[in-house]
């Protein structure tokens, strides 16, 4: 099964807009389309116990970023400087560009 195609991409700002981080703000790590969730920079931490292996030499309790459904973040406009949904927009050069909805500013810069 091919997962959906959304609107946000690595590398996007994003605020958490609901759940126990709700208001927090952060970067995208990573996406899986196919889970719909993603992991956002210093959001949802959670605790992994680890044993001492040939990986790691020491085991003990590590901190890393969990997974947060998609539907509960949401981008960051630069312009509005607050959580936007995204339409999409066809340039004259032909390419297809992320536009914010309140204020019609492009998202995408390259």
Do not use: W, Y
């Amino acid at each position: 099964m091919k997962g959906k195609n959304f609107n946000i991409k690595v590398n996007d700002l994003v605020m958490v807009v609901s759940g126990k981080e709700r208001g927090k703000s952060g970067r995208i790590l990573k996406v899986f389309p196919k889970k719909n969730r993603v992991i956002v920079e210093k959001i949802n931490f959670i605790k992994r116990h680890t044993r001492p292996g040939s990986a790691s030499r020491q085991g003990g309790i590590l901190e890393k970023e969990g997974t947060i459904h998609i539907s509960n973040v949401m981008i960051l406009c630069d312009k509005c400087n607050r959580p936007v949904r995204v339409g999409h927009l066809t340039l004259e050069d032909g390419k297809k560009v992320r536009v914010c909805k309140r204020c019609g500013e492009v998202i995408d810069k390259k």
